[in-house]
């Protein structure tokens, strides 16, 4: 793991579940965020933060967010991805907290994937 990345992802390494072996497959791992507006902006942010070698985004909006993390982050601009269904317990949520929560949870599955776990994630 490179000494910037090592310095940013300490917290996350240690955790069993990441690890050093899993911060390293996020490193080496493409993450595409295609929620649209604020959630996009959210889960640009997230996945940057996370550690993602690269982050596809739909908007210039959510490509300075994740860049505005880590500016080490490769970023791509690709306004063709399509948004995922949002899960239905996010419908309860007033709009703001819900865009917040789809940016979240679009990120959180995309790790959880990337470090071979279940994808389910409950609210």
Do not use: K, N
Not at 24 to 37: H, M, Q
Not at 62 to 81: G, N, P
């Amino acid at each position: 793991m490179s000494e910037v990345m090592g310095r940013r992802h300490t917290r996350q390494a240690r955790l069993a579940e990441v690890g050093d072996r899993g911060q390293a497959r996020l490193a080496e791992g493409e993450v595409r965020i295609a929620s649209p507006g604020l959630a996009g902006v959210v889960g640009a942010r997230y996945a940057a933060g996370a550690g993602f070698g690269v982050v596809r985004v739909r908007s210039e909006d959510a490509a300075r967010a994740a860049r505005a993390v880590d500016a080490h982050t490769e970023v791509v601009i690709d306004a063709t991805l399509t948004a995922p269904p949002t899960p239905a317990w996010l419908a309860e949520l007033d709009p703001a907290a819900r865009d917040v929560a789809c940016g979240a949870h679009e990120v959180l599955v995309a790790i959880r994937e990337r470090l071979g776990c279940a994808t389910r994630i409950a609210p």
